[in-house]
């Protein structure tokens, strides 16, 4: 193993960009001083398209739960009633936070691996007729799985006046979300995933209707206070200390992002979930998500006749590359390939070329050659 | 193609590690304080082993070049007759520097690709019996050849006085060079190659025989003049202001060589040799060089059926991979890649999975994942 050398291909945090650690180096400046402003004034236009929202996004000092916590406290209070659609552990957080919060929680579970139905959701909300909000994750870190949350949104909108509330962690960035179209009322990213930071920063764009709600609400919030945070920021501020470097390397990215040009990112992350699954397909093992309910960010594998885990172990220990395990009950049955931000189809026949060599140590015999050919041929076909 | 992703496979410059481009960011110190004499104190043990000396190797602020002329001029008058053996543009560069000094330059020429026999340079010195030099490549970086030093320089000693004076440029740090045992009288090299800097630093290793020849070389010289080097550096000084900055690198890269341990370098460098040709060897590439002159830090190809230049273009446009083409007469014939200093068998890997797609994509049909598979064989063979 090449000391200083490691691949991270868990589903965030992701690798960094050269130029993004470096736009991170720069000194401090005063947060209150005029160049903050001014980095806040760049940052706000340049953000909306990434959410496909007209919309300020706020941007909040803290991990991707403090953004899920800031959406749940924001726009119901204690005795409400709310939908939180649980395809994997991090639905299952939201419905941590809405109970921990005194709030009435319907949980609609799906099998873990799946997406959910829309049509199942009407049902629920039929059977449900007071509930406030639908809490529901985009791209489900814990699986792989790409949640359908253009039609979840037609089927609520339809059936009730909840606000729909979309946990956009491992996917906004990556895949094309059109929050405004969509009419996604609260939708949350984290730092680290297809946004090629490092983690620290929370994401929160809030529609007309949410903002409605927000300001009626009474439940006490301090930092959390989505009015406070869009207040300032219309004024090219923040209420509280901004996470100064991460939004200097913010900048860098939606930088990187523009150059390479919107519509061609979410292409790569297409291409990079089409090579993944074909080379694990061709290698025979197999895939946790159906080609129909699969992320562009982030791929599971359900191997049969091995151990996930021993294989995660050889690859770490001989080439420092890290994949995810499984979480919760899925826990040493599957493993995960992140795939989203600073990664380019090299960057995956890279891991899977390793990944055949890993398999083959832990006595799993595959044709050498064999993942990666199929992932070479997606790149050839253009297949994205 | 990602932005501000680039792949760079020349055989020098080459990728720096994250840790040393972190240390080469330190803030300037007074190049004449106690910080820079312990940053040379400590300098100056850990880079004896890797020229395989008890000697204390001399830093040099200048390119690799400047090491070569350094060893022209210190060592040899003009007038002197020296001997050059060129197997390619940098043996023709080490006779140019004779030659623009006045040395009565024999040129010992051999086919380029081919290493040279050291028997042949025995004929030559019975020819010219005054020879005062005889200057040699260690790795013909042109080429991709390794030149046997260790035999050359026994023949030397048992038919002339010669010094031995070595280019050890794209070698010293991948290849393992013992230059007190194999009697090197002077060995150069450059920091951008497999020593992990940027370029601008040049190293030059001075035997106890070399000493006194250059103690009594009358020739004027100021900057290149090795004494001053060695005198200032045996108080832990410069004669002249050091390239603060690459020494900080330096530092950091040789730590790195002491963790991954010298001999495991080395291996590591076999390694990807090994895996570099099975790969086009396995895609029915010509390679330029035998299997027995092969140098473990750069490989050619000299293809029969496509054009070299068509497929980095390709490389490079598509996936900011550079590799590099052929020099002089070799222009437009060869492609070369470098696999020295900081590269992983992940980074041969993706290299050649990248060169199977681009050779498609130019209309050079080769089976995807054969090149591949035969340098994960390589791997799962330990083969190095």
Redesign the interface.
Known sequence: ?????Q?LRIPGPTPI????QHAM?QPMIGHRDQETKDLLHSIKPKLKPVFGTNQDVLMIAGSGTAGLETAVTNAVQPGDEVMVIVTGAFGDRFAQICTEHDISTHRYDVEWGEAVAPQAIEEHLKKHPHIKAVFATLCETSTGVLNPVKELSRVIRWHSDALFIVDGVSAVGGVDVKMDEWEIDILITGSQKAMMLPPGLTFAAVSERAWEVIENNNRPSFYFDLAKHRNQLDNDSTPFTPALSLLFGLSQALE?IE??GLEAVFS?HRQLMNMTRAAFKALGIPLLTSDKDASTTVTAMKPDDFDPDALRKVLKNE?N?TVAGGQKHLKGSIFRIGHMG??????I??TI??I??AL??IGKSV????G??AA??I??SGGS
């Open positions: 193993m090449l000391p200083d050398q691949f960009p050269p130029s993004v180096s990187l150059q390479e790569r080439f590359l600073y990664c380019s189809p090299a960057d026949l890279q070329s390793m055949e060599v083959n140590k044709e050498l050659g064999k990666i050919s070479q041929e790149m050839l």
